[in-house]
């Protein structure tokens, strides 16, 4: 059986500025040509909506892994405080957790807020595959230090011209474009 390979038309528009960028992907979608990803060293802001990504659930990820942080550290002050060595400490009673959560408030937030923060650094870095050992994905290096990349895809705009493209990418502001044929299978 022979496997068919197609070439996909990537074409990256590099911009030196964040306002620029910004407009050219307004008047890309405008007319009707879809973008696929944007490389910045930083957020640009309104430009999710523009190129049509979704708001985050990182949110509800970060609340559900604080309440499993609330859970744990609750279960754990109850087992190690109360159950398995209660210990008189100021006079406080250690007859149920009910007559001690007021002392274990500070460890039981810290806790929340430990566990919500590594478990959203952990989901976002899986989720973007940035984790050590992942293939990062980045068109020019530069886009890390102060330049703005657009990449357009054939894959996702069938009747794309890239000569069309290229002037009104030029016209909007792109200091540099590159295309190329890439196989996929």
């Known amino acids: 059986m022979a496997s068919t390979n197609k070439t996909v038309r990537v074409i990256h ?5 964040d306002h620029r960028i910004l407009e050219a992907a307004k008047d890309v979608v405008a007319r009707g040509i879809r973008i696929k990803e ?5 957020p640009i802001h309104g430009l999710d909506p523009v190129i049509g990504i979704k708001r985050t659930r990182l949110a509800i990820v970060a609340f559900m892994f604080g ?21 008189n400490i100021g006079g406080k009673p250690s007859f149920s957790l009910m007559e001690n959560i007021p002392s ?10 430990l566990c919500a923060a590594h478990g ?9 595959g940035t984790l050590p050992g992942m293939t990062a994905v980045n068109p020019d290096p530069r886009t890390t230090d ?6 357009i895809t054939s894959e996702e705009n069938p009747d794309m011209t890239s000569e ?8 909007a502001g792109a200091i540099e474009i590159n295309e190329k044929e890439i196989a996929v299978s």
């Open 13 to 17: 528009a590099m911009f030196d500025d």
């Open 38 to 42: 944007v490389y910045s060293p930083f």
């Open 67 to 87: 309440t499993t942080g609330l859970a744990l550290g609750l279960l754990g002050m109850w087992y190690f405080m109360i159950d398995d060595w209660p210990m």
């Open 104 to 113: 274990f408030v500070p460890v039981a937030f810290e806790f929340t807020v």
């Open 120 to 128: 959203m650094a952990i989901t976002y870095m899986i989720r973007n």
């Open 146 to 151: 102060d330049k703005f990349v657009m990449e």
């Open 164 to 171: 069309g493209l290229s002037s009104m990418l030029k016209n």
